[in-house]
């Protein structure tokens, strides 16, 4: 699957790329069954909530299930990574499920990615891309993830580690620089069908609120980065980043 240089000029724009109803019904209640598989283990890689103990994240996906392992080699997503990123030797740097489980998935507080991949693992640049697949219908109403459209061409903003007010410790950015990035951009919800796919890159500044709703929001997410910018540093578990650098061939 190619990008049009239209979707190119967007990504590069916007920082974020929706791609509608990518994978089909069928492709996606593999993904949901695979998924029912693993969150229904009791392993360090399943991040709960704090309040409820609801599964937050699934992690090491790709070495935990073979439907996962397929999807991590599945051109839809490997090839457009590697048409924006103008390499093929991209190393599969995190793999999960995200999960807003209704009535209880809870908030992911302002911030971007780089700043973790930076600060923990060491990675040089911020050039790693975020490649999700929606397993559900994410909507205004289920916890879809908020962005700052044109936040990267920002670059780095500064942050502070939020240990606080979330079951999953984050580098975060204050709100006074939201408040300037939102005006300088917009804010965009990441919503569409089950099976759409949506890309964005490592400096895009995103969030996402509470999930008040009765319907369950599943993402799955592939982080590929250039072998070329691979983590410096080993602090965190395998399963928060992958130190196999083997490039990601595709299925
Ligand atoms: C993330 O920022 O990695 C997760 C956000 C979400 O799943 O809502
Ligand atoms: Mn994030």
């Not at 080993?234 to 980043?241: L, T």
């Amino acid at each position: 699957m190619r990008l049009t240089d239209q979707q190119l000029e967007q990504f590069d724009r916007d920082g974020i790329l929706v791609l509608p109803a990518v994978f089909s019904p069928t492709e996606v209640a593999a993904f949901r069954d695979a998924f029912d598989a693993v969150c229904a283990e009791d392993v360090p890689a399943n991040i709960r909530e704090k309040k409820s103990g609801a599964v937050r994240t699934a992690m090491g996906l790709h070495l935990r299930h073979p439907t996962f392992a397929g999807l991590v080699r599945d051109p839809r997503l490997v090839q457009p990574a590697r048409q924006i990123l103008a390499t093929d030797r991209l190393y599969v740097q995190q793999v999960k499920v995200n999960v807003k489980a209704a009535f209880e998935g809870e908030a992911w507080q302002w911030h971007y990615d780089f700043a973790t991949h930076h600060r923990e693992d060491g990675v040089p640049e911020p050039l790693a891309l975020n490649l999700h697949v929606f397993l559900d219908d994410v909507t205004e109403f289920n916890g879809p993830l908020h962005f700052v459209t044109g936040s990267h061409r920002h670059g780095a903003q500064p942050t502070f580690l939020d240990t606080e007010t979330t079951s999953y410790d984050l580098w975060c950015v204050d709100r006074e620089v939201v408040g300037g990035l939102v005006r300088e951009g917009r804010l965009v919800a990441g919503t569409g069908v089950a099976g759409s796919m949506l890309i964005f890159g490592d400096l895009l500044v995103h969030s996402s609120p509470p999930n008040m709703s009765p319907f369950d929001r599943r993402i799955f997410s592939l982080i590929l980065n250039p072998v070329s910018n691979a983590y410096t540093r080993d602090n965190r578990p395998d399963y928060k980043h992958h130190r196999d650098l083997t490039p990601v061939e595709t299925v």
